[in-house]
């Protein structure tokens, strides 16, 4: 049975910088695709980006030139470094393994005006 465990999340003002990650366990994380996805109160979820197993990046148009997506095979972690950041990016963060389809329990990420 997989696991994912993100962490990082919190409260920070607007134009400061979060990083998130994610640990995988129990699943097979060199062939799984990792994403994070957001949910914002009264929001449906939606992508904020994706890596492959290659490393090739994919970012919602949101989160292009302020947020970097990354991944430590050696440590089944997948990472979110957030910067920018503004109140419109307040929302739980969910770490996705897209072969699989695991899901964490989220994040919560605030940014205060």
């Known amino acids: 049975q997989g696991d994912l465990v993100e962490s990082g999340g919190g409260l920070v003002q607007a134009g400061g910088s979060l990083n998130l990650s994610c640990t995988a366990s129990?699943?097979?994380?060199?062939?799984?695709?990792m994403g994070w996805y957001r949910q914002a109160p009264g929001k449906q979820r939606e992508l904020v980006a994706t890596?492959?197993?290659?490393?090739?990046?994919n970012y919602a148009d949101s989160a292009k030139g302020r947020f970097t997506i990354s991944r430590d095979s050696a440590k089944n972690t997948v990472y979110l470094q957030m910067s920018s950041l503004k109140p419109e990016d307040t929302a739980v963060y969910y770490c996705?393994?897209?072969?699989?389809?695991?899901w964490g329990k989220g994040t919560l990420v605030t940014v205060s005006s």
């Open positions: 129990g699943i097979i994380f060199s062939i799984n695709s």
């Open positions: 996705n393994a897209q072969y699989e389809n695991y």
């Open positions: 890596i492959t197993s290659r490393d090739k990046t």
